[in-house]
């Protein structure tokens, strides 16, 4: 099956810096997704990104298919941003997750 | 309001003992899913439906069992033959658009957590 790498595995910031995070896919993905979980378990889905850019307020999204990686940018952090990050792929509806980039934001 | 409920929050087994645990959607989305959580990582699925009277094994379905009688509901049965049940169990689902089926975001409930005693 699809092997998902995402780096860092944390990530320890101040309030208002920016951030990076990465995910590898071992193989081609037609379903790309990343979520937030939140400190209390809730997994909130942030985009569906196959492949291109997107962008939602403060963070974005790009998707280079045929490099079989995807970026996770988020701008001015808040504390809330906190939590973990997983991105998810797969061929079809079976999401194959990373093991997530623990993010924290100190005030 | 829309949304994906999960029943119960925490939920305790005994050895020996099956539990079920419930999940429902008002979002009259088709498909439905359900992952396992372990500490410190990612989710792997158990089980997942994409129509009423049908569901597919995921990665690891062994001592599970599931149910999709109505497309609202998708509960999610842990069996005495899962001996290691305690993780946080997360039920999601996923609507029908597009061009092509089984692309489409997932939203998720707020989870169960299953303790063993």
């Known amino acids: 099956g699809i092997q998902v790498e995402q780096s860092p595995p944390d990530l320890i910031l101040q309030e208002g810096a920016n951030s990076t995070l990465r995910c590898n896919f071992s193989?081609?993905?037609?379903?790309l997704q990343w979520f937030h979980q939140n400190p209390w378990g809730q997994l909130i889905n942030l985009f569906y990104i196959p492949s291109g850019t997107k962008q939602n307020g403060r963070l974005s999204a790009t998707t280079v298919a045929t490099e079989r990686y995807s970026l996770l940018y988020i701008s001015s952090s808040q504390t809330t941003d906190s939590g973990v990050y997983f991105c998810?792929?797969?061929?079809?509806?079976?999401?194959?997750f990373g093991t997530g980039t623990r993010l924290t934001i100190i005030p | 309001d829309g949304g994906i409920t999960q029943s119960p929050k925490y939920l305790f087994r005994k050895e020996g003992q099956n539990v079920t645990l419930s999940c429902e959607q008002n979002?009259?989305?088709?498909?439905m899913y359900w992952y396992r959580q372990d500490p410190g990582q990612g989710l792997r699925l158990i089980y997942y439906s994409q129509i009423v009277n049908d569901f597919q094994k995921g990665d690891i379905a062994e001592g599970y069992s599931v149910s999709r009688e109505k497309k609202e509901s998708f509960p999610l049965t842990v069996t005495s033959a899962q001996k290691n049940p305690t993780a946080f169990y997360l039920c999601a689902s996923s609507s029908r658009t597009g061009s092509v089926f089984g692309q489409e975001t997932q939203y998720f409930g707020p989870g169960t957590r299953l303790l063993v005693l």
């Open positions: 998810a792929g797969g061929p079809n509806e079976k999401l194959t």
């Open positions: 193989d081609s993905v037609n379903n």
């Open positions: 979002l009259n989305h088709d498909a």
